[in-house]
């Protein structure tokens, strides 16, 4: 595992437990965390069976980074399934940055995939597609907006 990867994990980790801070503070929602490879493969990130990914290029880009496949250092071989297609059994994927904040289903964010509709990407470590902001708005069962 590259100390790359190791540090995007604990951004990762540090954006998990802020939405699910937005959540309890703002909402009165308690959304339990998965600590263990055994519950997040069985539920996602949370009891719930949400998924948080952390886009840190999302004020930038403008677009939601949706990852399809994944490696942990570039000189691995092959990509495995990530993120939408992993072994995880979770039906909501939340993604988004401090500022603004998406649910999909699962289930919309595979057939998106397999579309046609969103531009691709690829680069050493991590494949996926691209969907515009606008898009994004119109498409996610629900979007949260927050000042940081």
């Known amino acids: 595992m590259s100390a790359t990867y190791q540090q995007l994990l ?3 980790q540090r954006f998990e437990s802020f939405v699910l ?14 600590h263990t ?8 990130d949370t009891v719930f069976g949400l998924e948080i990914k952390f886009d840190r ?5 403008r677009n939601l980074c949706i990852e399809t496949s994944s490696k942990k ?34 289930r919309a964010l595979r057939t998106f995939a397999m ?9 050493e470590t991590s494949r996926g597609f691209l969907i515009p902001r606008e898009r994004a708005r119109e498409l996610a069962e629900r979007v949260f907006i927050w000042d940081e």
């Open 10 to 12: 604990e951004v990762g």
């Open 57 to 61: 290029k999302l004020h930038l880009t």
């Open 21 to 34: 801070s937005q959540f309890a503070s703002r909402y009165g929602a308690i959304l339990t965390p998965c």
């Open 37 to 44: 490879i055994d519950s997040q493969r069985r539920y996602g």
């Open 73 to 106: 250092d570039r000189d691995q071989p092959t990509f495995s399934p990530d993120s939408i297609f992993s072994l995880s059994s979770a039906w909501l994927y939340g993604i988004g940055d401090t500022n603004e904040f998406y649910i999909f289903t699962t």
């Open 115 to 123: 579309s046609d509709q969103f531009a691709k990407y690829a680069n």
